[in-house]
């Protein structure tokens, strides 16, 4: 089965130094019926503005995860963590019995584009963990990059919950074996794609379920990113 989401239909909000596209119910976009995906509780596109970002804030029992599509995020935390990343570079905690961090785009000009993803993680009170990859751009060139994945994985970043993210920058067809009792949910960050003979555009995204084999064809120059983790 296959659902298409598209963009017009996310909830938004733009407080002027952050603009954001919800993928579910979070802050003012309040929909019942749009809580979540399996585990995936929040995937927020946001356009934070130069010179501004999210002050130092707290997080429990939730594992999160940045996607740097454009500009430069800086990381704070009360762990004592400080870091710069780029585009394709990822951040992520798992906040365990509390953290608190800030995000800020630090640059003079330049927007930030980031994907913030939190994920529900296993059990509640797990110790903390926090880190981050510089990917290269050419380890996602026209391949399935595993950028996160479970303990047991084999992505470079590993958290607690039984889940992998994959991202790609690809102009050519590219297959994804989806396994039995698995589920995916697929964002188009840029470009075009056909996803298993639906169309995607920048800022779609698609859920799918009881499906054998996930198929990309890029129609433009694709940037994409998807969550595979347990049907529920």
């Given at each position: 089965?296959?659902?298409?989401?598209?963009?017009?239909h996310m909830g938004t909000s733009n407080l002027g130094w952050l603009e954001s596209r919800f993928h579910f119910s979070f802050a003012e976009y309040r929909n019942p019926n749009n809580i979540n995906f399996g585990v995936l509780r929040v995937l927020n596109?946001?356009?934070v503005?130069?010179?501004?970002?999210?002050?130092?804030?707290?997080?429990?029992?939730?594992?999160?995860?940045?996607?740097?599509?454009?500009?430069?995020i800086t990381h704070k935390d009360s762990m004592g963590n400080s870091e710069t990343l780029k585009r394709g570079e990822v951040q992520y905690l798992s906040?365990?019995?509390?953290?608190?961090?800030?995000?800020?785009?630090?640059?003079?000009?330049?927007?930030l584009r980031l994907l913030q993803i939190w994920i529900i993680p296993p059990f509640a009170g797990l110790p903390r963990l926090y880190g981050s990859h510089q990917y290269k751009e050419e380890e996602r060139q026209n391949r399935l990059l595993n950028i996160v994945s479970s303990q047991n994985g084999d992505s470079k970043i590993k958290i607690y919950q039984d889940i992998n993210i994959f991202v790609s920058e690809l102009d050519k067809e590219l297959d994804y074996k989806i396994k039995k009792d698995r589920q995916v949910y697929f964002v188009q960050i840029e470009g075009s794609s056909n996803i298993n003979g639906t169309l995607l555009e920048n800022g779609d995204a698609m859920e799918i379920v009881d499906e054998d084999i996930l198929t990309i064809k890029p129609i433009t120059k694709s940037h994409i990113l998807f969550i595979e983790m347990q049907k529920k």
């Open positions: 089965m296959i659902k298409k989401l598209p963009k017009e596109d946001d356009i503005h130069p010179q501004s970002g999210f002050d130092m804030h707290p997080h429990s029992n939730m594992e999160i995860i940045s996607y740097v599509v454009n500009g430069e906040a365990g019995d509390g953290i608190y961090h800030s995000e800020h785009n630090l640059h003079k000009s330049e927007d």
